[in-house]
């Protein structure tokens, strides 16, 4: 696509349950990484795709995140037993291997109540 | 790990006039990246202009230029002729060599442009 395009762009749901939200790199971009961005803070790291593989995971908060990339392609941030503290932008980017122009789509705001 | 500071909340500047958003950092690379991004109400982070630490040269981009001072860890933004589109929060970012993609941002600065 043109851009790297987040879906769905606000999600809104109960403390406790399970969201899936979703990013579609460019076109041939190789690298995928997840940000989140809570309110008034700048984005901060989560996880770095190379291909299929997490080639840094270090910024997950806790085994209730959990990204895959299957095909190297789209990727999925999956969270579990979702808590208000979740409620955030969550910014997904990519870029061409080793090019440091990361290119953002426009986030998912999630709003756990 | 590195620390990416901006002290300035809010600012704010009338149209066509100049302004410099300022920004520190703390690391012990040698070898980095440093990133000034736009942040609208849309959400999307625009690259505004990047630096590489190993250049002497302060990087432009048109009506944007920076102030690199490596020994001071200084790296300030200087937005001229600012223009209406320009409001927006801005954050500098840092990023390792050796670690492409992976940023660290700064707090943000809130611009706006008035008429």
């Known amino acids: 696509g043109a851009g790297v395009s987040q879906t769905p762009s606000n999600k809104v749901t109960e403390k406790g349950k399970y969201v899936e939200l979703r990013c579609d790199p460019i076109?041939?971009?190789?690298?995928l990484y997840w940000y989140r961005q809570s309110l008034g803070q700048g984005p901060e790291f989560l996880i770095y795709?190379?291909?299929?593989?997490?080639?840094?995971d270090s910024g997950l908060p806790n085994d209730r995140f959990f990204a895959v990339r299957p095909e190297g392609s789209v990727s999925t941030l999956k969270i579990q037993r979702t808590e208000r503290g979740d409620s955030a932008v969550y910014l997904c980017?990519?870029?061409?291997?080793?090019?440091?122009?990361?290119?953002f789509g426009q986030g998912t705001r999630l709003t756990v109540v | 790990a590195q620390t990416v500071t901006q002290s300035q909340p809010e600012m704010s500047v009338q149209e066509a006039e100049t302004v410099t958003l300022s920004c520190t950092y703390d690391?012990?690379?040698?070898?980095?990246?440093l990133f000034w991004y736009k942040q609208p109400p849309s959400r999307q982070m625009i690259l505004v202009i990047r630096?590489?630490?190993?250049?002497?040269q302060n990087a432009t981009e048109n009506r944007f230029s920076v102030n690199f001072q490596k020994a001071a860890k200084s790296f300030s933004l200087k937005i001229s002729d600012s223009q209406l589109g320009d409001t927006a929060m801005y954050f500098c970012?840092?990023?390792?060599?050796?670690?492409?993609?992976?940023?660290?941002f700064g707090q943000g600065t809130i611009l706006t442009v008035h008429p």
């Open positions: 980017a990519s870029s061409f291997a080793g090019n440091t122009e990361a290119f």
């Open positions: 076109s041939g971009h190789t690298a």
């Open positions: 795709f190379q291909g299929t593989g997490a080639a840094d």
């Open positions: 690391t012990s690379e040698n070898n980095y990246y």
């Open positions: 630096q590489e630490a190993y250049k002497q």
């Open positions: 970012a840092f990023e390792m060599r050796t670690s492409y993609g992976k940023l660290t």
